[in-house]
């Protein structure tokens, strides 16, 4: 399954130490899965891989989860992002609630986070009711 360029930070590290032991860069890029391009430009420090939106989503979700669509201003494009954690194996789920919540209907978690998903979507339906009990109110009194 490919990786992406989400695993090169991790990769960075084993091919500069591999770099230091004397082994050939096109054994090393063969070693670690990645194109000749890449490892030559780590070693040669030309560039060096960025974290990447993908992992900043996953990690962001791991930390502060579970969040609702509304708190990814950082991520605009959050639902691309989810698949492709998915399809990558990256333990991302999401759930989802009716669309009449706006960004507030889709949920991403993670695995042990379920307990606190739970205790945020019956926490946002009281607030939604309480609201619109609020806003029926002020209707009657005008009408």
């Known amino acids: 399954m490919r990786q992406g360029r989400q ?3 991790a990769l960075y590290e084993k091919a500069v130490s591999l770099a230091a032991q ?3 860069i096109k054994d090393i890029a063969a070693q670690l899965g990645v194109s000749y391009s890449a490892c030559y430009h780590w070693i040669r420090g030309l560039r060096k891989p960025d974290d990447g939106n993908l992992n900043s989503f996953v990690d ?3 930390q502060k989860g579970p969040l ?3 708190s990814m201003e950082k991520f605009p494009k959050h ?3 989810f698949l492709t954690a998915s399809r990558r194996g990256m333990g991302i789920r999401r759930y989802m609630l009716p669309k ?3 960004d507030y209907s889709t949920w991403y978690f993670v695995s042990g986070q379920e307990d606190k998903l739970k ?3 019956l926490e946002l339906v009281k607030k939604y009711k309480e609201l ?3 806003l029926l109110g002020r209707l009657l009194e005008f009408g």
């Open 132 to 134: 619109k009990q609020e």
């Open 100 to 102: 009449k919540l706006g």
């Open 79 to 81: 639902n691309e992002l």
């Open 60 to 62: 962001e979700i791991r």
């Open 119 to 121: 205790e945020c979507v």
């Open 7 to 9: 695993a090169y930070p």
């Open 68 to 70: 609702h669509a509304a």
């Open 22 to 24: 004397g082994i050939a």
